[in-house]
């Protein structure tokens, strides 16, 4: 007997560029999909009360992910997203953080419904990426059901 499971990951590529466009950093950090991501999509299986994912946030923590996070462990910025895709089995959210926001040493990064709380579907830790005062960094975060 064949039985279905389903499973959801994640990876987000993050784009750090200067004030004239040139890339600094480009690096693509899988992500762990945490226990109040995965009760929010159970949800929005039953019915559509629960907000869409609408904010990407960075900061400065940089402690393992593990399922019980529900906020990145120092948050330094927080944006909207600027488009949600879907195709086939793969959501695409993508955001910029621009010059002047969040201007650290970024090692984390989560998604999430609100501007501010809000359920945290999914974070990461990676490298320091050294955000400058005048550098934009492009988050383009990828969901696979399968």
């Given at each position: 007997?064949?039985?279905?499971?389903?499973?959801?990951?994640?990876?987000?590529?993050?784009?750090?560029?200067?004030?004239q466009?040139?890339?600094?950093e480009?690096?693509?950090?899988k992500?762990?999909?945490?226990?109040?991501?995965?009760d929010?999509i159970?949800s929005?299986?039953?019915?559509?009360?629960?907000?869409?994912?609408?904010?990407?946030?960075?900061g400065?923590n940089?402690?393992?992910?593990?399922?019980?996070?529900?906020?990145?462990?120092?948050?330094?910025?927080?944006?909207?997203?600027?488009?949600t895709?879907?195709?086939t089995?793969?959501?695409?959210?993508t955001?910029?953080?621009?010059?002047?926001?969040?201007?650290?040493?970024?090692?984390?990064?989560?998604?999430?419904?609100?501007?501010?709380?809000?359920?945290?579907?999914?974070?990461?830790?990676?490298a320091?990426?050294?955000?400058?005062?005048?550098?934009?960094l492009?988050?383009?975060?990828?969901?696979?059901?399968?």
């Amino acid at each position: 007997m064949l039985l279905d499971e389903i499973k959801i990951s994640g990876a987000v590529r993050l784009v750090l560029k200067d004030e004239q466009g040139n890339v600094k950093e480009d690096r693509t950090i899988k992500n762990l999909v945490v226990t109040t991501g995965r009760d929010y999509i159970a949800s929005r299986i039953k019915d559509a009360t629960a907000t869409v994912m609408s904010h990407f946030a960075v900061g400065t923590n940089s402690t393992a992910p593990v399922l019980a996070d529900i906020t990145l462990g120092t948050e330094s910025g927080r944006v909207a997203l600027s488009s949600t895709t879907v195709s086939t089995n793969v959501v695409t959210y993508t955001a910029t953080v621009p010059a002047g926001t969040a201007t650290a040493a970024l090692v984390e990064a989560g998604l999430f419904n609100a501007a501010s709380s809000g359920t945290m579907l999914c974070r990461t830790t990676f490298a320091v990426i050294n955000k400058g005062a005048n550098d934009s960094l492009t988050a383009t975060w990828t969901l696979t059901v399968s």
